[in-house]
């Protein structure tokens, strides 16, 4: 019984990655964004761009990544969503040569593009949303 157990924890642990933490649903199949962690200050991230609400960017990034470039998120239907802003991979081909834009720069810039795709008010909607649209009265601002 001790043996089946211990083997049961030992292949929930192989089967699990969670890419060094980039991947807190321990489900990833792979690490698009590797496996090592880049926490970066969000407001100084939201600040590189001024066409939408610093508010709104923070809070977005922040429940989305946690200030993790490097974040990663395995979908149900397959598909990826990486970086701050968590930028879903079929976006990546439109605003980033088709790699993982794992790095501040280029999730800002896949942030744009989903951003200006709906109008710059964030509802592109689906498969091009972006991560969440939250209001300042939703954010209490």
């Known amino acids: 019984m001790k043996s089946v157990i211990i083997f049961a924890l030992l292949a929930t642990l192989t089967l699990a990655n969670t890419c060094g933490g980039n991947c807190p649903s321990n489900d990833c199949p792979g690490c698009p964004c590797g496996e090592s962690k880049d926490v970066v200050n969000i407001a ?3 600040a590189k761009y001024t066409g939408w ?3 709104c960017c923070e809070c977005i990034a922040k429940h989305e990544s946690g200030g993790n470039a490097h974040a990663a998120n395995h ?14 991979d079929i976006n990546w ?17 896949c942030a744009e593009e989903v951003f200006k795709w ?3 008010t964030g509802d592109s909607g689906p498969p091009l949303m972006l991560a969440v649209v ?5 954010m209490g601002l």
């Open 93 to 109: 081909k439109s605003c980033n040569g088709g790699k993982a834009p794992c790095d501040v720069e280029s999730n800002l810039r």
């Open 53 to 55: 609400s610093s508010g």
């Open 134 to 138: 939250l209001t300042e009265d939703e």
């Open 118 to 120: 709906g109008g710059n």
């Open 75 to 88: 979908n149900s239907n397959g598909s990826y969503d990486v970086g701050l802003w968590q930028i879903n």
């Open 44 to 46: 100084s991230a939201c």
